[in-house]
């Protein structure tokens, strides 16, 4: 089993700045896919960047494309979302996901697609608020 802990949630203002956290443990961190996906009521959860460790290649989507980035202190078993530029249509509970790579490139499509039903474990989610 894969354990992940969100963190870095909170409220800030339009143009304002978060940077969420995940750490994973309970599986070899570089043969992780980890993606960053969230969620509002009534909506379907939507994936907005993944990183596959090993290689540190990041897929993010154009609906944040230029205002989120994913990285990875591999020290540290923990992957980061910065999202700058934030505006209300961020606001959404936070998730992370992981895919194990138990065979090699299975990575590869989950990474693109960014689909919640490829990711197998989740964390409980962190709240980011974007209000005036």
Request: glycine share 10%; net charge positive; aromatic share 12%.
């Amino acid at each position: 089993q894969v354990q992940l802990v969100e963190s870095g949630g909170g409220s800030v203002q339009p143009g304002g700045s978060l940077r969420l956290s995940c750490a994973a443990s309970g599986y070899p961190f570089p043969r992780l896919l980890l993606a960053w996906f969230r969620q509002v009521p009534g909506k379907h959860r939507e994936g907005v960047a993944g990183i596959y460790t090993e290689l540190s290649h990041t897929n993010i989507a154009d609906s944040v494309k230029g205002r989120f980035t994913i990285s990875q202190d591999n020290a540290k078993n923990t992957v980061y979302l910065q999202m700058d530029n934030l505006q209300p249509g961020d606001t959404a509970m936070y998730y992370c996901a992981a895919f194990k790579n138990e065979m090699s490139g299975r990575w590869w499509r989950p990474l693109q697609q960014l689909l919640q039903e490829d990711f197998p474990f989740w964390g409980k989610g962190t709240l980011v608020i974007i209000s005036s």
